[in-house]
């Protein structure tokens, strides 16, 4: 919608070689993109001088044409491009999300003096392995020593050093931790995982000597969802908070799989509600906030559903999903005899 607003009332070369097919759509959203900082009458500038030329900007490839509208922007409004930047840098972070075949991709918005000083190290740690023998890709090795200096500016590294720790929660049956199972397990923070990655977890922990916390959690047999805790304290926190996140999984808001960020009262805590794995709800940040708004209602269900009620009147209904593999036993039928004896 933003693009198709700009475009026809602030880019009108751009939007004619659009519109009789000599750019793509990809090509209008560049000249959108490189001149949102600037200021309409420097926009139509920009504008003019890069398509008013239809063969020309058609000869032109994506980077090319990028760096077109970037210089000329940059000539006319410098500063603009300074503060632009300068805000950019400041929303630099770190996301991830899965990855097919049981992988993840570890995305970092850095700025570009840093992104490329990360990768030429890494490249030159790829180069020096492999002059020596070693016999992984270039990419693997990349990927390995990224993991390694990540981990060892923690504390933790490839030997187990002590130090500050990071803690993967693996929920797994007894079945498919000790009896080779195939049940299905779920890491926390990213979802399920086949169950020889859940074993090769704990195993490669316990062979660098590592930490390794067993711990029981119970599910119902019928649904395979985890059983709720207590605790006497208004927050949650400490294993309690733990459950109730690999409990919910991710959000409970009613079609929201954002991660779990808070741990929350549906019946707040002020009107009686109770520190307890019943009335618990594992929250994103944005649904935590936004439930306060009026006209939200959020309730616990006896059968540890949350009814949330949206300010329209609306109510939802969610549930705990199904997160431990159970399995039935069969017990032969035994005969008993009773033995009295005054």
């Known amino acids: 919608m933003g693009l198709a607003k700009v475009v026809a009332a602030e ?17 209008a959203t560049i000249v959108a993109r490189e001149t949102a900082c600037l200021s309409v009458e420097h926009r139509l500038a ?31 409004d410098a500063a603009a491009l ?21 992988m993840t991709y570890l995305t970092a918005l850095l700025p570009v003096k840093d992104g490329v000083a990360v990768l030429a190290q890494l490249t030159k740690n790829a180069s020096s ?17 990224l993991v390694s200096a ?46 020889e990655l859940a074993r090769e977890i704990v195993a490669d922990a316990c062979t660098r000597d590592e930490e390794v916390w067993l ?18 304290g208004r927050l949650f926190r400490g ?20 991660p779990i960020r808070h741990v929350d009262h549906p019946q707040p805590h002020a009107s009686g509600g109770r520190t307890s794995g019943h009335n618990s709800q594992g929250l994103c940040e944005a649904c935590n906030q936004a439930k306060e708004a009026p006209g939200w209602r959020a309730r616990p269900g006896p059968d540890r559903s949350i009814r949330t009620t949206t300010p329209t009147g609306h109510a939802y209904l969610t549930r705990p999903p199904p ?20």
């Open 82 to 102: 300074v503060a632009r930047r300068r805000k950019a840098e400041s929303e630099r972070r770190v996301t991830l999300r899965p990855a097919p075949d049981t």
């Open 215 to 232: 711990r029981r959690l119970y599910a119902r047999p019928d649904t395979g969802e985890l059983v709720s805790m207590d605790s006497r």
């Open 150 to 195: 990540v981990l060892a500016a923690g504390g933790t590294t490839a030997a187990g050093t002590a130090g500050s720790r990071v803690t993967l929660g693996v929920v797994m049956s007894d079945g498919a931790l000790f009896g080779g199972a195939d049940d299905v397990a779920r890491l926390d923070g990213l979802g399920p995982i086949p169950a």
């Open 239 to 258: 294993n309690l908070a733990r459950f109730i996140k690999l409990r919910d999984d991710t959000c409970r808001t009613p079609w929201c799989d954002a």
């Open 129 to 145: 392995a492999r002059a020596t023998g070693d016999e992984r890709s270039n990419g693997q090795i990349m990927a390995d020593s």
């Open 46 to 76: 920009v504008d003019e001088w890069v398509a008013s030329d239809p063969t020309a900007l058609e000869a032109m490839g994506d980077r090319e044409f990028a760096k077109a509208c970037l210089t000329e922007a940059a000539r006319l």
């Open 323 to 342: 997160i431990a593999t159970v399995r039935r036993a069969t017990v032969p039928a035994l005969r008993v005899d009773y033995v009295l004896s005054a």
């Open 11 to 27: 880019l009108p070369h751009t939007w004619t070689a659009w519109r009789t097919g000599r750019i793509t759509e990809w090509k």
